[in-house]
């Protein structure tokens, strides 16, 4: 099955820098990459996602990569405010019946004002 | 339009106890899935069922089972808690993960004594 591999575990920058969260995937036919943003207490919320036949996609501050040569994807948030402060979680799956996620461990974001 | 609804909320149970978790969506989506979150792991796949009538299993079923109910409904039981099986634990449902992501219920915190 597909394994997903999520660093760093722990992000710490200081408000206005730039975060990098970059994740690995095992099972090369995975064509579907979402990135999730978790709250302290709160559900888990879809906040941008890629497909295989794209290279890039951005969403104002926040942006994702995917090589699939490499089979990694990347998240990128500029200019971080405090409210960015979460856990980002990175998934991978494929198009088939069920299309369950798989989901990396995480990364506890802190921005620092 | 409550989305994905999840109860109970919070639960303590002692070892051995059984308990059933509730999980509704009402965005008439075909797929719906359990899974449990622990500190560093990320989350991970319990069961799914990809339509009405169908279960599978995930990653970590040992211990629980699953009724897909009809198209709204999909529970998890555990049948005799154990102290492993302290997590908090997701309900999600999806009408096309591959395109839509996943919407997540609100979280059970299960605590096993």
């Known amino acids: 099955g597909e394994n997903v591999e999520q660093h760093p575990s722990t992000l710490s920058v200081q408000e206005g820098d730039s975060a990098v969260i970059k994740c690995t995937y095992s099972?090369?036919?995975?064509?579907?990459f979402p990135w999730y943003k978790q709250e302290l207490g709160k559900r888990p919320q879809l906040i941008i996602d890629i497909r295989s036949n794209v290279g890039e996609k951005k969403d104002q501050r926040i942006a994702v990569t995917l090589n699939k040569t490499a089979k990694h994807f990347s998240l990128h948030i500029t200019e971080t405010q405090p409210e960015d402060s979460a856990v980002y979680f990175c998934a991978a799956s494929r198009e088939a019946a069920g299309n369950k996620l798989t989901f990396g461990g995480g990364t506890r974001v802190l921005v620092k004002p | 339009n409550a989305g994905v609804t999840q109860t109970p909320k919070f639960q303590v149970l002692k070892t051995g106890q059984s308990m059933t978790l509730q999980c509704a969506q009402d965005m008439n989506h075909n797929s719906m899935y359990w899974y449990r979150q622990d500190p560093g792991m990320g989350l991970r796949l319990i069961y799914y069922s990809a339509s009405e009538g169908t279960t599978d299993k995930g990653e970590v079923p040992n211990g629980y089972n699953v009724s897909r109910l009809n198209k709204r409904e999909f529970s998890l039981r555990l049948e005799s808690a154990a102290p492993s099986q302290t997590s908090v634990y997701f309900c999600a449902s999806s009408d096309r993960p591959s395109l839509y992501g996943y919407t997540f219920g609100s979280g059970t915190r299960l605590t096993v004594v």
């Open positions: 099972d090369s036919a995975s064509n579907y």
